[in-house]
Nanobody
């Protein structure tokens, strides 16, 4: 049974930091690109970051580049999203997902396994 369980969300002031974690099970984690998406109220789910199998190549939405860092630990089947210099516009539910392939990583259709999400709220 595939599971992706996010944790680490919460309420933080603008300029603060949070570290999200996503624990995976039920599939071969080290064989999958992994991604983080987010969805604000009334908006579509959007790509935030992705990482390749061994953590060497990373990809970011322009608006989070330089503030967010995605990483993974294949020994722990876990992917992380370190978020610094948070802004109110970063407020959203954050989801981790496992990619079906290694292209089209900014599209939700490229991912077949999803977590339930964790809420991140940034106050001004």
């Amino acid at each position: 049974q595939v599971q992706l369980v996010e944790s680490g969300g919460g309420l933080v002031q603008a300029g603060g930091s949070l570290r999200l974690s996503c624990a995976a099970s039920g599939f071969t984690f080290s064989h999958r690109y992994m991604g983080w998406f987010r969805q604000a109220p009334g908006k579509e789910r959007e790509f935030a970051a992705a990482i390749d199998w061994n953590g060497i190549s990373t990809y970011y939405k322009n608006s989070v580049k330089g503030r967010f860092t995605i990483s993974r630990d294949n020994g722990k089947n876990t992917v992380y999203l370190q978020m610094n210099s948070l802004k109110p516009e970063d407020t959203a539910v954050y989801y981790c997902a496992a990619a079906k392939n290694d292209y089209g990583l900014e599209s939700v259709t490229s991912y077949d396994y999803w977590g339930q999400g964790t809420q991140v709220t940034v106050s001004s």
